[in-house]
Nanobody, 120 residues
Framework: QVQLVESGGGLVQAGGSLILSCTASGTIFGINVMGWYRQAPGTQRELVAAITRGGSTNYADSVKGRFTISRDNTKNTVYLQMNSLKPEDTAVYYC??????????????WGQGTQVTVSS
């Protein structure tokens, strides 16, 4: 059974930094795109950043220049370095990955979510 486990959320003042990490475990034959989404109360879940296995990245306009996504394929882990945090970054952050659980079959998996709160 495949699981995504996140860590690193918390409370930080505006202008501060946090780093989130997410590790996939279980029977894994390969991982394609990994990414981070977030959802604030009363809003839809939105893509924050994504990274392919080869390292190509994509960011939401609202975080460009402040957040950096990276991954360690040897550890099945994705990171999100968040700098210059703003109160509007406050949300539950979810890890997502497309994981092959057999040589030819894969699906999307989600982490349990980690709360990030930025105080003004």
């Amino acid at each position: 059974q495949v699981q995504l486990v996140e860590s690193g959320g918390g409370l930080v003042q505006a202008g501060g930094s946090l780093i989130l990490s997410c590790t996939a475990s279980g029977t894994i034959f390969g991982i394609n795109v990994m990414g981070w989404y977030r959802q604030a109360p009363g809003t839809q879940r939105e893509l924050v950043a994504a990274i392919t296995r080869g390292g190509s990245t994509n960011y939401a306009d609202s975080v460009k220049g402040r957040f950096t996504i990276s991954r360690d394929n040897t550890k099945n882990t994705v990171y999100l370095q968040m700098n210059s945090l703003k109160p509007e970054d406050t949300a539950v952050y979810y890890c997502n990955a497309y994981i092959y659980y057999s040589p030819t079959r894969g699906t999307d998996y989600w982490g349990q979510g980690t709360q990030v709160t930025v105080s003004s």
